[in-house]
């Protein structure tokens, strides 16, 4: 389960409530860096490994699951939060 698409970051920072400056101090990226990835929309991101890997990290522990192709209705790539426990 791994970060894709544009598309699934910024859905992802939106379940996880928190900007794109926000994300980028998370994760130490430019916040440019989190605005070009969510600006690929839903094509695959060119970002290199490591920078794909501090977003991805830094929104999971915010409770964001990331979601493969066969784990979507839609078939593409998605997002959910974590269960909390009551």
Known sequence: MSLTTGNQLKAARALAGVNQTELSEKARVNVN???????????????????????????????VIFLDDGETATGGPGVRLARVEK
Do not use: H
């Not at 929309?41 to 290199?48: D, K, N, P, R």
């Open 33 to 63: 860096t989190i605005r070009n990835m969510e600006g690929r929309g839903a094509e695959t991101l060119v970002s290199g490994l490591d920078t794909v890997r501090k977003v991805q990290s830094a929104l999971e522990a915010a409770g």
